[in-house]
């Protein structure tokens, strides 16, 4: 996922919001989000303190391209969980409850989930949007199915296949 993107979902704040504490545009935000322009190193420090964060860079695995779409897809959950925490939450919390039946296997990982979804928003988000082995492997049992609509998630699978044509 795109750094920029990353951190602008993680302090909750619009292209705008992010330009103004950066002392950037919003154009050249979007353009970094877009892909259309990379950010130095200097200028992602400088974007990340201006919304109380770190940049930490981290030597990864390769992400295979069901993790790159699942991450696009966590992305956009992501998104709408910052615009309606509550029902987003809510429905978290219902799909945990009914995979803890149906997928006992899965308990460590599922009781991780549940800390999350009780735990405070940014945190959340930053796993959901995280590449890194360990938010991987929880996002392979995701208990925010449903989250999106059938319509929202061919948006985000469209998006995704262009962006890996290119």
Excluded: N
């Excluded at 892909?35 to 990864?60: M, Y």
């Amino acid at each position: 996922m795109d750094p920029v993107r990353r951190l602008r979902l993680i302090a909750g704040v619009t292209q705008q919001e992010l330009a103004a504490r950066g002392a950037t545009s919003q154009p050249a935000i979007a353009a970094y989000e877009a892909g259309r322009k990379s950010p130095t190193l200097r200028t992602l420090e400088r974007l990340a303190r201006a919304c109380a964060v770190e940049v930490v860079v981290d030597f990864v695995p390769p992400l295979t391209r069901e993790d790159r779409r699942s991450l696009e897809l966590h992305a956009e959950i992501a998104a709408r969980l910052l615009d309606d925490p509550a029902a987003v939450i809510h429905r978290a919390r219902r799909t945990l409850r009914r995979m803890r039946s149906v997928q006992p296997s899965a308990a460590a990982l599922l009781d991780e989930w549940e800390r999350l979804v009780d735990g405070p928003l940014p945190e959340l988000v930053a796993v959901l949007t995280d590449a890194r082995p360990q938010a991987r492997e929880l996002r392979q049992v995701t208990p925010f199915a449903g989250v999106l609509s059938a319509r929202e998630r061919a948006v985000v699978y469209r998006r995704f296949q262009r962006a890996e044509s290119a």
